[in-house]
Structures are given as C-alpha cells and as structure tokens.
T-cell receptor
Framework: DQQVKQNSPSLSVQEGRISILNCDYT??????FLWYKKYPAEGPTFLIS?????DKNEDGRFTVFLNKSAKHLSLHIVPSQPGDSAVYFC?????????????FGKGMKLTVNP | NAGVTQTPKFQVLKTGQSMTLQCAQD?????MSWYRQDPGMGLRLIHY???????DQGEVPNGYNVSRSTTEDFPLRLLSAAPSQTSVYFC??????????????FGEGSRLTVL
C-alpha cells in the first residue's frame, strides 16, 4: 500500500512559467513532508520541507503548500528555469511502528524547456 | 568536503555471486541508511542504522545484510546476488538531532547489474 503518491510521472513547462508538482499521502501521522531533487547520475538532494503544523513554506523560487484535510501537498517553482529539470521526489517523515521512517513517492520528472 | 561516499559506482555480477557496497560519511552522522531506486518504484529503504552496533530492517531487506561497526561506515552486503537486485543503490545519512526531520544526505549512488 503506497503511503506517498505522486500520480503524475512527468511534467513539461516553459521557462519562466510556474511548475506545480503534486503529492498525496495516506498516513495522518506524518509530521514532516519533504521534497528532494535528483539529477541523472547523482544522488537526491534535499530541496525544501514543511512541518505538518504549517500550511506553507517558502524558500526563494520554491514554495511548498500543505493541505492536511485533503492529505495533499504541492511544490510550486516560480519562475521555472531549465536547471530545474530533474526528477522530484516527495517524501513524508513520521513515527511508524516505534521508529522514525521516511517514505518516498515514485518521483516526477520535470522538464523545463528554454 | 566529501559528505557521503559510495564505492563502487558501477558493478556487474553474475547470479549467485556475493559483493559488498561500501558507504562512508565524514559528517559524524548517527543515522545511516541504504535505499534502492528502481524505475517506477521511487526510493525504497533496505536497511538503516541509528548508531554504531545498531541496525534494523527497512521496507525491502530480503537478500541484503548490513553491519555498523563504526559511526563512519555502513556497508551493504549481497550474499547471493539475484537479477531482481539489479538496481541503483543509494546510501544516505543524517544527524539524529539538530537537523531538519527527514533531511538525508545522499551519496552519488552505485549501479548494480546482476546477470
């Protein structure tokens, strides 16, 4: 049973426009949600996170929104740049079975066209 | 500024062979983990450790062994490789205290092919 879902495998946007990446989760016990960015042949790198007690966190061009009632979060990138082209993983952190776990979604490939 | 270092970066094995993927971190992180990435499957946790001498199973532990004799090193052992273990493996670490919850520092990955 997939606890963190990224239902769209890919997204293509024009440079300068907004990119919106979506993520849904099923476990209401998650306390932090994170986005990771991954370039080919590299390891994932942490991008931005949000606590479950907040509904928005902003860091430069990147903003994450959390809707707890809908168990949904989204990552907004404004304006999008070609260097943002990568695979983005949504992840959720929480205590599961007495130990802290980080659960990842399947990832979404973002392509920003010049 | 090495961070998390994984070796080897590429490896080809025959079914039934054994090997060890090495992982070392120089950030004095207590938490270390191994993930595998497969197409359409995201990142799945294999094993993790919250400190030297302590290891535990993740989501997909079968076929893999780990040990944590030092804070710096967390090797992943494949005792008898199977084609289903063809994947990209990532080692990751984090401080248990003082860092952002869930923030992991990843190595560059090790691509393993089992024929």
């Amino acid at each position: 049973d997939q606890q963190v879902k990224q239902n769209s495998p890919s997204l293509s946007v024009q440079e300068g426009r907004i990119s919106i990446l979506n993520c849904d989760y099923t476990n209401s016990m998650f306390d932090y949600f994170l986005w990771y960015k991954k370039y080919p042949a590299e390891g994932p790198t942490f991008l931005i996170s949000i606590s479950s007690i907040k509904d928005k966190n902003e860091d430069g061009r990147f903003t994450v929104f959390l809707n707890k009632s809908a168990k949904h979060l989204s990552l907004h990138i404004v304006p999008s740049q070609p260097g943002d082209s990568a695979v983005y993983f949504c992840a959720a952190h929480g205590d599961q079975g007495g130990s802290e776990k980080l659960v990842f979604g399947k990832g979404m490939k973002l392509t920003v066209n010049p | 500024n090495a961070g998390v270092t994984q070796t080897p970066k590429f490896q080809v094995l025959k079914t039934g062979q054994s090997m060890t993927l090495q992982c070392a971190q120089d950030m004095n992180h207590e938490y270390m983990s191994w993930y595998r990435q497969d197409p359409g499957m995201g990142l799945r946790l294999i094993h993790y450790s919250v400190g030297a001498g302590i290891t535990d199973q993740g989501e997909v532990p079968n076929g893999y062994n780990v040990s944590r004799s030092t804070t710096e090193d967390f090797p992943l052992r494949l005792l008898s490789a199977a084609p289903s273990q063809t994947s990209v493996y990532f080692c990751a670490s984090s401080p248990l205290a003082g860092g952002t919850a869930g923030e992991l520092f990843f190595g560059e990955g090790s691509r393993l092919t089992v024929l």
